[in-house]
């Protein structure tokens, strides 16, 4: 009986550790490939004419359309960590320093990473699915048969624009989200709004700044490329477009997480 159990318990250790080693290995392939694909993109940004009209298009797309979301959660995000911060700092009597810990807080690592994830989820699965319904539809193959090069009018426009938009995005998140901590020390103090942001750019520094709006950057390439990727890529049938969706979201998810802890260490080297 004793062996019986032990038996199973290590079939199921070995299920797990496959489990684990083939979503690994799949991820590592999907990077690899998206690598790969990055050089496509740039080749056709060089070589061919820039689709200026889809460009400013894929902006709305990204930036207009996104606001209110980036608007909500950015506001929710600053009142949430003020209200927590507090109480250990008057604690310790230190209230004083709130709105310039959360604004560095905000600045450095909450804004560009919740506001990547957000678009992650809402920018990079609507790519992905987009694409995805015109591989499915033929409407890609057509603009190959005519003549059309699909990479330079679908991909390169969608790339480009998200890797502008999210820094944008990121900056507007941060000050919506300093707003929402000056609404949040106001529930227990009263301080003007005036005084609530000497306080908190007081303790920003150059440093604070340059290093966010750059990994923004990256974040933004990483979701347009990804996303264009997985839909470019999806397969033939219907249920496909699902797949390249969530494929997406989730590729570009663990990227941003990766690639937001290679920025920590060279920030950290700075």
């Known amino acids: 009986m004793i062996k019986h159990q032990k038996s199973d318990l290590s079939e199921s250790m070995d299920y797990v550790i496959k489990y684990i080693k083939d979503v690994m290995l799949k991820f590592f392939l999907d990077v690899a490939t998206v690598i790969y694909y990055l050089k496509s993109v740039i080749k056709n940004l060089v070589s061919s004419k820039f689709e200026t009209s889809e460009f400013l298009k894929q ?22 960590l003020t209200i927590q911060s507090r109480p250990p700092l008057v604690e310790f009597g230190a209230v004083g320093m709130l709105p310039g810990m959360v604004a560095v807080s905000i600045i450095r690592e909450m804004g560009p990473v919740i506001t990547a994830l957000l678009c992650a989820g809402k920018i990079g699965s609507g790519m992905g699915a987009e694409l995805g319904s015109m591989r499915v539809s033929e409407q890609i193959d057509a603009m190959e048969v005519s003549n059309t090069n699909p990479m330079n009018f679908l991909i390169v426009p969608r790339v480009i624009a998200a890797t502008i938009m999210i ?4 900056l507007y998140a941060d000050a919506i989200g300093i707003f929402g901590s000056w609404l949040g020390a106001n ?3 009263d301080i003007s709004l005036y005084l609530f942001f000497n306080q908190a750019f007081g303790q920003v520094e150059f440093i604070d700044i340059i290093p966010a709006v750059i990994k923004s950057f990256f974040f933004g390439a990483v979701i347009g490329l990804v996303g264009c990727y997985k839909g470019f890529n999806a397969g033939r049938g219907t249920e496909s477009v699902g797949i390249a969706a969530n494929s997406a979201v989730v590729t570009a998810s663990l990227l941003l997480i990766i690639v937001d802890l290679i920025a920590v260490q060279i920030t950290d080297l700075l």
């Open 187 to 189: 529930i227990k103090d």
């Open 167 to 170: 820094p944008i995005l990121t």
């Open 59 to 80: 902006c709305y797309q990204i930036g207009n359309k996104s606001v209110g979301l980036i608007s909500i959660t950015g506001l929710i995000v600053g009142l949430v």
